[in-house]
């Protein structure tokens, strides 16, 4: 039998830190979120659920890449429908700011209804209105036939929904416990479903995560897509190296200085010795 | 100064505690943000309502018996429960998303298809699923927010329909109770106000009914045996599926007259509130 051996050489330092982005201090703290990250999930598997009955998956999400592929993906879907188009946006800025990206999806929803008759999906006294539009055979629905050109392939069982944002919420109130900032996102969520994430689901949300100075996900500014941080930083890229171009010196040899007073008839610049 | 003793304090203290979870289901987040979210708390006589309305339903349904048994011998005992009610505006999109989840392909149509049908179902719908993610959270933090306050919860659908039938928070559509205490463990879950309501052969026979692959027999014969005692082959017993005229009876007997004859006992006085509003 395998014997659990104590690791005892319990040693070390950590530096953490937030900038620059993708070092190894900031890798350490991305992390620190990722442990938040499944904690929270852990809670989403915990939260009421109608009847008790299993029907979450999750799937969490982090790295350079993975996140610039979600952020392009629901840069994609936001030009598809005009209601999304500036939101889905400023969101996809945010995926891009985010250490870890929880996907929550619920497995039942599309499938295997509560089949309860409470009605909340089509306001009727039992479940015909899913069913009937639906594919199925003695109650039994076949989703093999993915293709849909609609966003998410309703109707849904409105009771499993509600289950998923139990999910949901059980998640962001741990986040809030443990003091990470994360919000709940549609876009996320149905970027993420289309790329794969979360396979079994027939919705998905998305809750990004993160752990730094500033909130990424409240106080945007007006045309977040185009002016952030990134961006910022970059155009500071562009324009301060220009700036230094321009003009020229032998630091070594002088330095402009500010005019002094008494020197404030001498024309042309100042500067140190020669 | 003071000293507070016995467990009246407790009980009193359980609504200020409702109070304070009502705080956490308005600061929930939501998707959409646009979501509009409701709670009322309920407590003592006011009970009896809602009591009214789940006791026939409880006679056709398990989970509502079980409810409702336990939210009464309580009150019974001088013991009363507290009630959050939570409802979430859900039957109308502003959002005009046009996502399908909803079954239709815009939010126009699902508009105009839920106008028609609203409130037609035991728990309110049609409804926006985002919007039913956004409602779906706040009641989620609200027991999170009692587990918090360690205070025996358990968020309930068989109270959400009395609400509903009643007339309670006429403006939302979606509606779940959050019931509260006494302040003690077990009392919705394990339930020790059920120890003496269930017998063994009802518990069994409600397996067998419910859960009845636990109990096939060799079913390569095509009509299997059912194992439904301990020597289950002499005589064999059969499972047979049909209409049943009894229990659709029962059903409709409960929703179309008892209820109805509750909320029409209870239904003016509780929209007078609202009036008054």
């Keep these: 039998m395998k014997k659990y051996v104590e690791d005892l050489n319990f040693q070390g330092e950590e530096f953490i830190g937030e900038w620059t982005p993708w070092s190894p201090q900031d890798i350490r703290r991305k992390k620190c979120v990722l442990e938040a990250a499944r904690l929270m999930v852990d809670s989403a598997f915990t939260a009421p659920c109608a009847g008790g009955v299993p029907s979450l998956e999750a799937h969490i999400v982090y790295g350079q890449e993975e996140l610039e592929a979600l952020a392009r993906k629901i840069e994609e879907i936001a030009h598809t429908n005009e209601s999304w188009k500036e939101p889905f946006l400023y ?10 990206i929880i996907f929550l ?68 109130w741990t986040a809030a416990t443990l003091m990470v900032d994360a919000r709940p996102f549609a876009s ?8 794969g994430y979360c396979p079994k689901s027939g919705m998905v949300v998305g809750v990004p995560v993160a752990a730094k100075a500033k909130n990424p996900y409240v106080d945007v500014n007006v045309d977040y897509h185009l002016i952030n941080m990134d961006k910022a930083l970059d155009n500071t890229r562009k324009i301060y190296q220009t700036s230094r171009i ?24 100042e500067g140190g010795d020669e | 100064m003071g000293h507070l003793m016995g467990k009246e304090y407790c009980l009193d203290h359980l609504v200020e505690v409702a109070k304070s979870i009502v705080l956490a289901i308005h600061k929930a987040p939501q998707i959409t943000g646009k979501t509009k979210i409701e709670a009322e708390i309920i407590w003592g006589e006011d009970l009896e309502p809602i009591l009214d309305v789940m006791e026939p339903v409880g006679k056709v349904m398990r989970y509502v018996q079980w409810d409702y048994e336990t939210i009464k011998n309580c009150y019974d005992k001088g013991e ?28 126009k149509e699902f508009n105009a298809y839920s106008k028609e049908y609203k409130g037609g179902g035991q728990l309110g719908g049609p409804s926006c699923n985002w919007k039913i993610l956004d409602w779906a959270m706040a009641c989620d933090w609200a027991c999170a927010s009692a587990w918090q306050y360690r ?46 309501s269930m017998s063994y052969e009802m518990d069994k026979k409600d397996m067998v009914n419910c859960v009845p692959n636990m109990f096939t027999a060799f079913p390569g014969g095509g009509t299997p045996m059912y194992k439904t005692k301990d020597d289950w082959w002499a ?14 009876e029962a059903y409709q007997q409960v929703l179309f007259e008892q209820v109805p004859e509750m909320v029409v006992k209870h239904a003016d006085k509780i929209a007078e509130r609202y009036k008054k509003k």
């Design chain 1, 91 to 100: 969101e996809a800025v945010m995926v891009r700011d985010s250490d870890v």
């Design chain 1, 105 to 172: 999806g619920n497995t039942r929803c599309h499938e295997t209804p509560l089949d309860a008759g409470c009605g909340m999906c089509g306001g009727t006294l039992d479940c015909g209105y899913f069913y009937e539009k639906k594919t199925t055979k003695h109650g039994l629905v076949d989703i093999t036939d993915r293709s849909s050109d609609k966003m998410i392939d309703g109707p849904l069982c409105t009771a499993r929904v509600g289950d998923l944002g139990y999910a949901v919420g059980s998640a962001l």
């Design chain 1, 188 to 195: 996320i969520g149905m970027a993420g479903q289309k790329m």
């Design chain 1, 246 to 269: 321009i003009r020229g010196f032998d630091y070594r040899k002088w330095i402009p200085k500010p005019k002094k007073p008494e020197d404030s008839q001498t024309d042309g610049p």
């Design chain 2, 80 to 107: 009363s429960p507290v009630i959050i009610a939570i409802g979430g505006k859900v039957s109308k999109s502003n959002l005009n998303w046009n996502c399908g989840a909803c079954g239709f392909n815009t939010c």
């Design chain 2, 151 to 196: 205070v025996d919860n358990r968020i309930m659908g068989s109270v959400g329909f009395a609400l509903n039938a009643l007339g309670f928070m006429p403006d939302m559509d979606a509606k779940l109770g959050l019931a509260l205490g006494p302040p003690r463990d077990m009392v919705y879950y394990n339930r020790d106000e059920m120890h003496k």
């Design chain 2, 235 to 248: 005589p064999p017993e059969f499972m047979g599926v049909g209409y049943s005229e009894e229990v659709m």
